[in-house]
């Protein structure tokens, strides 16, 4: 809101020395004391801003993505389905939640499994139908 009349940032340095602020610090602190570091450089670009609120947009979303596979009730079916949509959406996840991923321990039990929860019984393969 500010930025709209005029960007702020250039005058920041005439008040550092109206706050009094080094008078606070003790003599032996040392150099990377916060309190000796400019709030202007604490201040997020326009394009850091952009960058945040984009990584804070898709931690939303895995955050109801987990919520969901953290229910009592979820089945094995649905949590396939919630991997293929994680899948489809975000690039870069197939090696951690495909079929064949290091999570899944007994893949033809999972895939067995998943397909008789879904009422796909009867297009169960030879080795997941091993009982």
Known sequence: MLQQFEDFRPYLHRFRDDCGVDRDIPEDA????????????????????????????????????????????????????IFDIVLDDYDGMEKYLAVDANIIEFPLFESGLAKLQAGLDKTLERNENRR
Request: avoid cysteine; glycine fraction near 2%; charged fraction near 30%.
């Open 30 to 81: 040392s150099p990377e004391d916060i309190r000796r570091v400019a709030i202007v450089n604490l201040i997020p670009s326009v394009s850091e801003q952009r960058k945040f609120a984009a990584l804070l947009d898709e931690m939303t979303a895995f955050a109801v993505i987990s919520g969901k596979l953290q229910r009592d009730d979820i089945t094995v079916a649905a949590v396939r389905d």
